[in-house]
């Protein structure tokens, strides 16, 4: 900041002259260049991951079994607007509440607050930020269109006005003041992490990096459910729901993957111009 002085002539009148100093230029330090680590990303996720046309046939196949799994969510929901408690709600909640292990009890609230918003967002875009870069940009979009669950859950919820469990029935760790059917995690978990399962399984070859991130993505679908029970968040219907709900969503949003990777993997003819962009590594120029 520049520093200003007053002269003044013998008769104690002020001088219109000035001068002024400036403090030193403090040298900032420059950023680390991450083109090589990104370069090098890229190299490893090219040769271990599949062209985009047979990831395309890898991916139907998966999607076919995942759609086999579906039904009874339209049933599920009608009987859940006119009674409180399905059968077994009361007792599986009770019987689960009642294994008080400390280690259990961490890893249930572990798994179930890494899905509150205050961490799923910065998961989401972190993930979606890292296919991004490995160039696999399609992949990355979809990423972050699995948040649209959370806008199914939300008219769901207010269709079905369930309350949650009370303390008078179950122990709740948190009270959440919302309605309760269907679990709002649950269907997170089941986009989010299951696209990323989903992703890697149909892109990729196998490799222990691969295989441990499947296998900590199913771990956190199959566990999310049972946390959220035993924090008496949810009644087990509730959970039930959630992954009944969450996967008819990841279904649909699947066939819009599919059709994108159609388009821009075409099996024959040339690749749209709008879509070379979004090709991935590994695929062969044909045009």
Known sequence: MPVRFRLFDKGGKQKKQTSTTTPPHTPTA???????????????????????????????MYMAFYLWLLSGVIML??????????????????????RRNPWLRRFFFGVSEIGFPKWAVPQTLGVAGIFWALRFRVEAIFILLTSSSTLLNAIVKRVIKRPRPTNELVTVVRVINEPSFPSGHVMHYTNFYGLVTYLLASNWRNGK???????????????????????GAHWPSDVVAGYMYGGLWFAGLMALYLRAKAWIHPQAGKTPEAAKPLRQPGDEDND
Do not use: M, W
């Open 77 to 98: 929901s009608f009987i859940a607007q006119r009674t409180q408690f399905f059968p077994g709600d009361r007792s599986i909640t009770t019987h689960l509440q009642k």
């Open 209 to 231: 990096l691969r295989n441990g991130l499947i296998a900590l993505c199913l771990t956190l679908i199959a566990t999310i459910g049972p946390s959220r029970v035993y924090l």
């Open 30 to 60: 420059p950023l680390p260049d991450l083109t090589p680590v990104v370069n090098e990303a890229q190299r490893v996720a090219a040769e271990t991951s599949f062209s985009g046309r047979k990831a395309v046939s890898r991916g139907t």
